[in-house]
């Protein structure tokens, strides 16, 4: 890894992830030529209103790798458009340099090389210098988290999210919404939320029962904020008893309730809003969509579907504002509000280069004794790896490989599925594995790894619903995350098909021979989202597969054949 010296002066400023109404001025900041912690953290300060947005976290405390998608395909409306364009086309989109700073934290090209150079990113100490950087400038600034915050590492399972839940409050936010904080269960989420010391927002969370807004979490609140009132509403993830186990929750009710959006914007305006903020789990193209149906909203701060985007996407007269995830980025964005209404907007998205910004010291104190008690746990090695491991794309990454493996040999199964889960870091060839990587990519409360029997049929039954979860052409049937990762069968798939139609060619890849739509088949996977669930835990699972393997090296995933892409 270079030094922070060296690291100054290479080429193209990250301070070019700057968009002023929608636009940037790429051109003249890329040439620049330098990266220090006051560029990437340089803003010429607007209008009268700051926000600050994070989200999709999942428990990294700590800098980590991490590699955008190669493969992020658009259906629909939203075929080849932002953020369904990956690599070369994105670079080209935005005007980002091959190899620079700007590439290296947006596409995944030459990965692996870049993050040599150019270190790891995130770390909630990096983020609360950058936070802390923006509240000096504007010392009313907003900071808003957008869910996915309290999982998806050791520590937050072991303690339940109270790691993330103390080290975020040490950040300060205003205000927050939901997803896999609902995992934890009802009881340990209710106990979180009665005691945070900001608003837990989601308009669309009802009590299952009587199918009203639920108590504990407000629809919006107000904030009098540079001689205007903002108002902030909530929008928790619309299908967390499809995508999550609602046994986990079943007092609560979600759904996107377009309908109720829409009265909460109208209650607000009629309040005296003058500016209306949406902070959001929906998913970038759920938002497009609701942008276009539901009126009066100024900003939607988009979270879920992880998309980093460099400039806001308007939808009529809302701005769609994607920062990213796994603490990777920190957006800021500058409003002119005036006369009751939105006048003028600027927005950076800022990597949080962790060999760049300086850690806040009190934030890196508290992440240092919030892990003190799992060190020894954390730090053991377990393997090496050889290949660059990733996950982060419509199929399966290098990641999802390595797990599918170790269920098809500790488990003894003819096929693996692994879920199309978006969160966790990346490691570089050359890298140890330790335990912290292992849980970093299979951290949940549901993690048994099954074993069972199922039908050809049925294995395609289950390929086709989780494919129109994926590649519906409307967004708002679009109810998972990624496309289940499959190991030891391929096939193949047009998204272009309609429901039950995009599966075919299905072959058990250790014989060569079709799948039989009425044969059985010994299958393992993990992440059930039925209660009862039984078999050894996944980390368990892959931990002992990597201790037997030593190093880690695999070879490139053709099982699955795309087309209409």
């Known amino acids: 890894m270079i030094s922070r010296r060296d690291f100054l002066q290479v080429s193209m400023a990250a301070s070019a992830m700057v ?15 330098s990266l220090t912690q006051d560029q990437l953290l340089e803003f010429d300060t607007f209008g009268n209103i700051s926000l600050i947005h994070v989200t999709d976290i999942h428990g990294q405390l700590k800098p980590v790798y991490f590699r955008e998608p190669s493969i992020n395909l658009g259906v629909g409306a939203n075929k080849g458009h932002v953020p369904h364009i990956t690599g070369a086309d994105f670079r080209k989109a ?9 590439a290296y934290a947006l596409t995944h090209d030459d990965f692996a090389s870049l993050a040599k150079g150019y270190g790891r990113v ?7 210098t950058i936070i802390n950087a923006i509240r000096a400038d504007r010392p009313d600034a907003l900071l808003f988290d957008g869910g996915d915050t309290w999982h998806g590492s050791y520590t937050c399972h072991h303690t ?8 975020m409050n040490a950040l300060k936010p205003d205000a927050m919404t939901f997803h896999w904080e609902f995992t934890l269960g009802s009881d340990r989420v209710n106990e979180i939320v009665e005691g945070l010391p900001f608003a837990a927002l989601g308009q669309n969370i009802f009590d299952a029962e009587w199918d009203e807004p639920a108590e504990l979490f407000k629809p919006y609140k107000f904030f009098e904020r540079g001689g205007a009132k903002v108002a902030v509403i909530g929008q928790a993830f619309p299908y967390m008893p499809i995508a999550n186990p609602g046994w986990m929750f079943p007092e609560y009710s979600f759904g996107i309730r377009d309908e109720n959006m829409q009265a909460m914007v109208d209650e607000v305006r009629a309040a005296g809003a003058d500016l209306v903020v949406v902070l959001s789990h929906n998913g970038f193209d759920v938002d497009k969509k609701m942008a276009g149906k539901v009126q009066g909203i100024d900003v939607i701060l988009s979270g879920h579907t992880h998309d980093a985007l460099p400039e806001p996407v308007l939808v009529g007269k809302t701005h769609i504002i994607a920062s990213g995830s796994n603490g990777k980025f920190v957006s800021r964005v500058d409003l002119d509000v005036r006369d009751g209404q939105l006048m003028g907007l600027r927005h950076k998205l800022i990597p949080v ?3 760049v910004i300086a850690p806040d010291p009190a934030v890196a104190q508290l992440i240092e004794a919030e892990r003190a008690p799992f060190k020894d746990q954390l730090a053991e090695v377990i393997g090496q790896t ?3 491991l990733y996950r982060r794309g419509n199929f399966n990454g290098t990641w999802d490989d390595l797990i599918c493996d170790a269920l098809l040999s500790e488990r003894e199964a003819d096929i693996a599925m692994s879920p199309g889960v978006r969160w966790g870091p990346s490691l570089v060839p050359g890298d140890d594995i330790t335990r912290e990587d292992i849980w970093n990519v299979t951290s949940m409360s549901y993690g048994a790894a099954y074993r069972s029997e199922m039908t050809g049929e049925f294995i395609k039954v289950i390929l086709e619903d989780v494919a129109d979860n994926i590649f519906n052409p409307d967004p708002y049937y679009q109810q998972g995350g990624d496309m289940v ?10 998204i272009t098909k309609p429901q039950g139609e995009r599966i075919s060619e299905m072959t058990l890849l250790k014989t060569g021979e079709a799948i039989d739509p009425a044969k059985s088949y010994v299958v393992a996977g993990w992440a059930s989202v039925n209660e009862g669930t039984e078999g050894p835990m996944i980390w368990d699972v892959v931990e002992d597969h990597i201790r037997k393997l030593g190093t880690v090296s695999l070879n490139p995933n053709t099982s699955v054949e795309v087309a209409g892409a």
């Open 19 to 33: 968009g002023a109404s929608g636009f940037g001025n790429w051109a003249r900041l890329a040439a620049q030529q």
């Open 94 to 102: 935005y005007g980002i340099a091959d190899g620079s700073p700007s």
């Open 122 to 128: 995130g770390g909630l100490d990096r983020m609360a």
């Open 160 to 167: 339940a999210g109270q790691d993330m839940v103390n080290v």
């Open 353 to 355: 280069f962790s060999d």
């Open 386 to 388: 050889d290949t660059l």
């Open 485 to 494: 990762r499959i190991g030891g069968m391929g096939y193949r798939i047009d």
